[in-house]
């Protein structure tokens, strides 16, 4: 008997131990093989009271989010081959309070990612004591492996069951992010640059200011506003130069302008002093007297062409800027892309680019109220300005909050509907609209160099 009343209370003790083991937390670490876990944003520690203001509120510190993280595992190879597509049914489950995310958290990009996750957290109004947010925001760490990507996009639409993913991926790895999205039916909408990317299916959209947008922007600012007709380039010999010296032909050839001169340099030189002197032709080296308003003279180069085209980075900029002023080629207006824009653009040699003009989506001094609400409390959460990647996931987030606050909305299908319809969605970077082709519709705001700083002109 005592022997029997022994074993009865060791088969209650394991089997407390078993149940208490299973009930332990939302994320059990998957065996060898399984899909990975993601990191499950849950409820925030209560923020700062602190007003939103940039000037009032430098002491605030960074909010912290409970969450649980276990790292994907390594893939060895990052070749992913495109599969047939798998229909799945119509019907499928989902919860529509549910919206994932595909982040760099880990990696090169990590520092990108986390503050994306930062302004998805802070549109989503998780951090909102007074009215807690309904939605459950899923984050799948996409470190810097193309299969990484893929799998987080299976977890989260086929596990996970979320409305809609929101991705921010290279050029690369964008169409893996939308293929494997179009396969499992789950809306995407991707923060890539990769233009054509949702070609992949009517699954698949894109929140993006892309090359064609930023180089019709530049075009008919130049055109319309500097009232430039002639132009010519200087482009580094990759594949980014050479499409953007593609799509600037065509639009300025669409404006009535014309590209004199397209002259290609090799991406890892400093000496610019050839193709200045193809840029000038037969002109470089004589220089003439013109008088500017002040009766002072000036030496300067007579050009051909009106404005000229740069599109690559800060650095390679303010050196090419500099050896043209070294040979006297002045008062040309140059124009960028939204690589310009970067805080390395203000530093030494900046003042070779005053008057340049540049495209892009977004710029913290802005003349949007949307964009300075947005920044101030931002910051007010931070205790740091938000950069590009930062106001794109904040309107990402917020164009799919839109459209669940609609009950009616219950399936994949019906949302994609609703998103496809969006028209002049006021965000922090501007109107969004989208078109057939489910590529955002955005006005780029066009960025000068006054003064030694960045301002936003239109």
Not at 16 to 25: E, L, P, Q, S, T
Not at 224 to 248: C, H, K, S, W
Request: proline share 6%.
């Amino acid at each position: 008997m005592k022997n029997n009343r022994w074993l009865a209370v060791i088969s209650i003790l394991l089997m407390f131990v078993f149940i208490m083991g299973c009930a332990k937390g939302s994320v059990i670490s998957p065996h060898k093989g399984a899909i990975p876990e993601v990191k499950v944003v849950e409820k925030p520690v209560k923020p700062s009271q602190t007003t939103p203001s940039k000037a009032k509120t430098p002491e605030a510190k960074p909010l912290e989010i409970k969450q649980q993280v276990v790292k994907p595992p390594d893939v060895k190879s990052a070749e992913v081959k495109a599969q047939p597509p798998v229909v799945l049914p119509p019907s499928i489950p989902v919860n529509r309070n549910a919206v994932g995310c595909v982040f760099p958290l880990t990696g090169r990009f990590a520092d990108a990612g986390n503050k994306a996750l930062d302004a998805v957290l802070l549109s989503a109004k998780i951090f909102d004591q007074r009215s807690p947010s309904p939605r459950k925001i899923v984050v799948a760490d996409s470190g810097e492996n193309p299969e990484g990507i893929k799998k987080a996009v299976a977890y989260l639409a086929d596990q996970a069951k979320v409305m809609v993913i929101v991705a921010i991926t290279g050029t690369a790895e964008a169409t893996i992010a939308a293929r494997e999205a179009q396969k499992r039916q789950v809306p995407l909408i991707l923060i890539a640059s990769k233009e054509g990317v949702t070609e992949v299916g009517e699954y698949v959209f894109q929140h993006f200011l892309t090359p064609t947008q930023q180089i019709q922007a530049l075009t008919k600012y130049a055109s319309d506003t500097l009232n430039v007709a002639i132009f010519a380039v200087l482009y580094p010999q990759d594949d980014y130069g050479e499409e953007m010296v593609r799509l600037f032909r065509g639009e300025i050839e669409k404006a009535g302008g014309k590209v004199d001169k397209a002259i290609p340099y090799n991406k890892r030189q400093a000496d610019f002093t050839e193709q200045i002197k193809k840029l000038m032709g037969s002109k470089f080296g004589a220089s003439e007297k013109v008088h500017a308003a002040t009766e002072e003279s000036q030496s300067r180069f007579s050009a051909d062409f009106e404005a000229l085209f740069i599109p690559d980075s800060p650095l390679r900029v303010k050196m090419i800027a500099s050896q043209l002023a070294f040979y006297d080629v002045k008062a040309l207006k140059l124009l960028g892309t939204s690589l310009w824009h970067s805080s390395d653009l203000l530093k030494k040699g900046a003042e070779y680019l005053e008057g340049a003009v540049f495209p892009d989506s977004f710029l913290v001094n802005g003349i949007l109220p949307e964009t300075n609400d947005f920044v101030d409390v931002y910051y007010s959460a931070y205790s740091r300005e938000p950069d590009n990647i930062e106001a794109l996931a904040y309107d990402t987030m917020g164009l799919a909050i839109s459209v669940l606050e609609d009950r009616e909305i219950k399936t994949r299908a019906e949302f994609i509907k609703a998103l496809s319809a969006v028209q002049g969605f006021r965000g922090v970077t501007g109107s969004i609209s989208f078109r057939g082709n489910r590529v955002a519709q955005k006005d780029a705001f066009i960025l000068k160099v006054q003064s030694g700083k960045i301002e936003q002109v239109k």
